[in-house]
């Protein structure tokens, strides 16, 4: 039982470039997220799918699109990458919506 | 508007000594609390949560408390260990349609031999 696993742990992009993160879990939970961590700042909500189907904007949804694949798995596109968008990116899942959150490693984004 | 405060920043304490770290928030209408522990490198892991009605809950030497009356919260550490040292993140819940959840920005917490 893995929980939640991200891919790939580190990149490095230059602005412009577009990449995806890929976000899976295997509790069997109904919604995931997409959050970005900043220093100094608390984890901020970029997309997320409440169930298998459904995806909604968070508090900073600009420049990123989500894909809700299948009930496992949930991803993050940058289509044009900025170097505002350099951040810790996690995903997390919960059984359902706004119950307790576990979250993955995270994915070290670095835009130049 | 919906924040969450926590404090200190960061702290400093010797291993088997108790620290507390504190919680303010202004979130409306409140649904509950929860404190997790970010350990460097990885993601947030909950340690507990607190609906409105609570005032305390432990985990194992981790003990919350929640004054909804003056929405400030506090985890205490008790006999801190090396392994304590990591982020503390404080998060409220909103009671609204669909669901809000504000994160505070953390208290980095520094367990020293």
């Known amino acids: 039982n893995a929980g939640v696993t991200q891919t790939p742990k580190f990149q490095v992009l230059k602005t412009g470039q577009s990449m995806t993160l890929q976000c899976a879990q295997d509790?069997?939970?109904?919604?995931m997220y997409w959050y970005r961590q900043d220093p100094g700042m608390g984890l901020r909500l970029i997309y997320y799918?409440?169930?298998?189907?459904?995806?909604d904007k968070g508090e900073v949804p600009n420049g990123y699109n989500v894909s809700r694949l299948n009930k496992r798995e949930f991803s993050l596109r940058l289509e044009s990458a900025a170097p505002s968008q350099t951040s810790v990116y996690f995903c997390?899942?919960?059984?359902?919506?706004?119950?307790?959150?576990?979250f993955g490693p995270g994915t070290r984004l670095l835009v130049l | 508007k919906n924040q969450v405060e926590q404090s200190p920043q960061s702290l400093i304490i010797l291993e088997g000594k108790n620290c507390t770290l504190q919680?303010?928030?202004?979130?409306?209408?409140?649904?509950?609390l929860r404190w997790y522990k970010q350990d460097t490198g990885r993601g947030p892991v909950s340690l507990t949560i607190?609906?409105?009605?609570?005032n305390t809950k432990s985990n194992g030497r981790y003990t919350a408390t929640l004054d909804a009356d003056t929405k400030q919260s506090s985890l205490h550490i008790t006999a801190s260990q090396l392994s304590d040292s990591a982020s503390y993140i404080c998060?409220?819940?909103?009671?609204?349609?669909?669901?809000?959840?504000?994160f505070g920005a953390g208290t980095r917490l520094f367990v020293k031999a």
């Open positions: 998060v409220v819940r909103l009671r609204a349609g669909g669901f809000k959840t504000i």
């Open positions: 919680c303010n928030y202004t979130v409306s209408p409140f649904s509950n």
């Open positions: 997390a899942s919960s059984e359902v919506q706004g119950e307790t959150q576990y």
């Open positions: 799918s409440a169930s298998e189907g459904t995806t």
């Open positions: 509790m069997n939970h109904n919604s």
């Open positions: 607190m609906t409105f009605s609570e």
